[in-house]
């Protein structure tokens, strides 16, 4: 069963009571947001201040699929802006203190918009076929164990979008299972999303191959899952240029 934790604002009432400050662990994977185009610089856009809260708990979607490799790289090939990410679980109930041997599930569509195990269903708009690279039961999905710092590591492809969706990547946090070639078993203890800026789908869109995709993309505030969410830039990640692609960092308050 899901814990219950405070919100946002209760969480600030109570540091702000107490005098203590912001309680999150002071480490790079803050978050606060800030991004620009490939190669180029971060632009600086404005820093939440980091607080002792959980992340919300939104739909899985209908693209999960269980029993996933565990592996730090997850591209199979596939085409795109390469992406690194650095996603830290911490307690919430414990002041934020990172949670090591922790699985963390990713799964997310290609640059045009499918998803392994359902590369039949058409992402909307005018796209090319799948292009049948990777396993198309397991490209772009993968389970990492958070490491004595806290954090999962994972290298993918900065994935496109479909639908009335803005580009995100959906998340699993578990507890316990098997760890394998694949993760199995254990219990779920957090359903999110990681939700992209406005000014990272400005830069990606002309970009190969998401130039391919001619559906027009969802801005971020009107996105179903960002605009139902209790505070949802706690969703959007910190996100810095590189000369390939992006990296990306994020806390998961658990």
Not at 40 to 46: L, W
Not at 128 to 156: K, S, Y
């Amino acid at each position: 069963m899901q814990r219950s934790h405070p919100t946002r604002r209760t969480a600030l009432a109570v540091l702000a009571a107490s005098g203590l400050g912001a309680c999150a662990p002071a480490t790079s994977d803050s978050l606060a947001t800030g991004s620009a185009s490939p190669g180029g610089t971060a632009s600086g856009g404005a820093a939440a201040a980091p607080v002792c809260v959980t992340t919300p708990e939104v739909t899985e979607g209908p693209y999960y699929l269980a029993n996933q490799l565990v592996r730090r790289d997850i591209r199979e090939g596939k085409p795109g802006l390469v992406l690194d990410m650095a996603l830290t679980v911490v307690d919430v109930d414990a002041g934020c203190a990172p949670q090591p041997g922790t699985p963390v599930e990713i799964w997310h569509c290609d640059a045009i918009g499918y998803y392994s195990g359902f590369v039949d269903r058409s992402p909307g708009g005018t796209v090319p076929p799948e292009d049948g690279v990777g396993d198309d039961r397991t490209f772009l999905r993968g389970v990492q164990v958070t490491g004595a710092d806290g954090v999962a590591r994972f290298t993918t492809i900065l994935p496109g979008w479909y639908g009335d969706r803005v580009i995100h990547i959906h998340v699993k946090v578990h507890k316990g299972g098997q760890v394998g070639k694949t993760y199995e078993g254990g219990t779920t203890v957090q359903t999110t999303q990681i939700l992209f800026p406005d000014d990272v789908m400005a830069a990606v869109r002309t970009r190969e191959p998401y130039t391919r995709h001619q559906l027009e993309p969802a801005k971020l505030a009107d996105d179903m899952v960002y605009s139902r969410a209790d505070e949802p830039d706690t969703m959007v990640p910190a996100m810095t240029a590189t000369p390939d692609g992006y990296s990306l960092t994020m806390t998961l308050g658990v």
